[in-house]
């Protein structure tokens, strides 16, 4: 239960806000302009996002105050190191966990089951958890929470439970707070004007600290996430309105976050300044509003996007409407560059750009800057397979699945009392011999973290005939980790951090190695280059650099 004696923020602040009224019904038509609005480069709203922002033709009446973000620096160094927790399966354990995913739905008749099937095709951003919080008719805030994928955490049952036109929904891996069933989100809490509910992507770099003040003042925190932080600041603002409360909090967090919250008549979407997680809307043809990580999701719920959430952007929907604010100004953008490389399915679209196409032209550049003499192109699946096809195409060279995955393991599995070599990985992944015997192979994979799976992919395929095996990996070495919503290893255990190309090559036993160069990655990007996040790759932290 949150205490309500600890860090009291300070009186509101002037905002710039764009109030859009809007019809829910889908009879009211919306026209979108054809361009993103255009990213801020001082450190206040301005007009000029107003004026391009959410829904420009229904404009109806705007107010013009300034609002000054202060800046504070995050060192990485003090930071909570989000070091992957254990995990059954080896072949997962060696790649970047994806953050978690959001889902949000206002005013449809059928809102837990949409978000349920939200959530399912968002199960591939988070497989330890999930839960769905739905606004009942009676005013309350009702929750379903379970470990486990979408699938085994709820049924028919459960979701009659989840009655009311408006939900939020989570899928989680952990980057902060350990895998259990209370840290499952969203979160609901209750507090003086009311009860709230939150689901939360990315990660809060100034947590630790928010928390220890808040400890300091006598509050009880019951996980160990860092969302429930989010919640101890809305519950100590001194701002009598929810949205009050919500830009008091969202002024003290620091990091990566794309937030939904519901109340008992609202649903509010945010995200951060940088713009770090994705965040989309979509809308459905009964005129229902939906938030969402990607857009895949919009597409299995047959709602047509909309645009994204922009950065610093909260958007509110409540009876009257659909609001946008202008709460933190964006200094820089940077969204995490990984979206494309491995979290997002190929068929979103993430931060304005095709996935696919991504990855596509990714596989292009290493064929034509790291060619070799080869036989067949081969993926490691799944997130492999699109680099793959354009290294290919290229290159000239037949595709083919040398590796089949297996999507039927548990979360858990008996291992013979005889030790299998390389168990894990063999449980997912296995080589087609008529593929690969006699050839000279070149396996694109996304990325390398550890190495040791890629070392046991190679000794697979070479006992299954392949003559050579290249590997090409279609992103720069991983030389740090990331701090903003990705569960990565800590530096020491990331083996580009440690070898050189050629040691690495050495270690994973392959006949050739090599990288997309980030020099190429940047200018694939083209214009967009400097809104995205490489900390990954080079160590530099972006709010280190405002």
């Known amino acids: 239960m949150l205490t309500h004696n600890s860090v009291h923020s300070p009186p509101p602040t002037p905002i710039s806000l764009l109030r859009t009224k ?14 993103a609005p255009s990213h801020l480069s001082d450190k206040t709203c301005s007009n000029t996002y107003l004026k391009t922002s959410l829904f420009k033709p229904l404009l109806t009446k705007t107010t013009t105050a300034s609002f000054t973000f202060t800046h504070q620096t995050f060192s990485p160094l003090s930071a909570k190191n989000p070091i992957s927790e254990s995990y059954p399966h080896e072949y997962d354990d060696d790649k970047p966990r994806e953050e978690c995913g959001v889902v949000g739905i206002y005013n449809d008749p059928e809102a837990s089951r949409i978000c349920y099937l939200g959530l399912h095709a968002l199960q591939h951003r988070g497989q330890e958890g999930a839960g769905i ?12 929470t379970g470990v486990g994928l979408v699938s085994e955490v709820f049924n028919q049952s459960k979701l009659n439970q989840l009655t009311g036109n408006n939900a939020i929904g989570h899928v989680r891996y952990s980057t902060a707070g350990q895998s259990m069933l209370k840290n499952v989100q969203p979160f609901v809490a209750s507090y003086r004007f009311g009860r709230v509910a939150v689901a939360h992507n990315g990660n809060l770099v100034n947590y630790q600290t928010l928390r220890a003040e808040f400890e300091k003042n006598g509050s009880i925190f019951a996980t160990s996430s860092d969302t429930e932080v989010v919640l101890h600041l809305i519950a100590a603002s001194q701002g009598r309105p929810f949205l009050i409360r919500v830009i008091e909090a969202c002024m003290k967090l620091k990091g990566a976050y794309s937030l939904v919250f519901l109340t008992e008549d609202k649903l509010v979407a945010v995200r951060d300044p940088f713009g770090f997680r994705p965040l ?65 399915l190929p068929n979103s679209v993430v931060f304005g750009k095709s996935v696919y196409e991504s ?82 192979v070149v396996v694109v994979d996304d990325s390398i973290v550890r190495g040791t799976t890629s070392s046991k992919i190679v000794r697979m395929l070479k006992e299954a005939g392949a003559k050579e095996v290249h590997m090409r990996i279609a992103s720069p070495p991983i030389i740090a980790s990331c701090y ?63």
């Open 22 to 35: 809007m019809s829910l019904s889908a009879a009211t038509p919306i026209s979108i302009p054809n361009t």
């Open 133 to 144: 919080v739905s606004a009942t008719p009676d005013g309350l805030l009702k929750s379903v």
């Open 280 to 344: 989309v809307i979509g809308r459905r043809s009964n005129g229902a509003i939906v938030f969402a990580s990607e857009t895949c999701a919009l597409d299995l719920v047959e709602a047509k996007y909309v645009r994204e959430v922009e950065p610093g952007e909260a958007v509110i929907v409540d009876k009257d409407g659909v609001q946008s604010m202008c709460l933190l100004p964006h200094t820089e953008l940077k969204s995490c560059v990984f979206e494309h490389i491995y979290f997002s």
């Open 359 to 440: 990855r596509r032209k990714f596989g292009e550049i290493l064929a034509i800057e790291s060619p070799v003499d080869c036989d067949v192109v081969i993926a490691v699946p799944d997130s492999g397979v699109v680099a793959a096809i354009g290294y290919a195409n290229k290159a000239g060279v037949p595709f083919q699945q040398g590796l089949i995955r297996s999507h039927y393991v548990g979360r858990t599995f008996i291992e013979p009392s005889q030790q299998i070599r390389d168990f894990g990985v063999k449980l997912k992944l296995s080589p087609v011999r008529a593929v690969l015997e006699g050839k000279r």
């Open 484 to 546: 903003y919503g990705v569960d990565t290893p800590s530096s020491e255990e990331l083996i580009s951090n440690r070898m050189s190309v050629e040691e690495i090559r050495e270690f994973i036993g392959c006949d050739s190695l090599a990288f997309l160069k980030i020099d190429s990655l940047k200018k694939m990007l083209a214009g967009d280059s400097p809104n995205f996040c490489y900390a990954c790759f080079s160590g530099n932290y972006p709010e280190l650099d405002c």
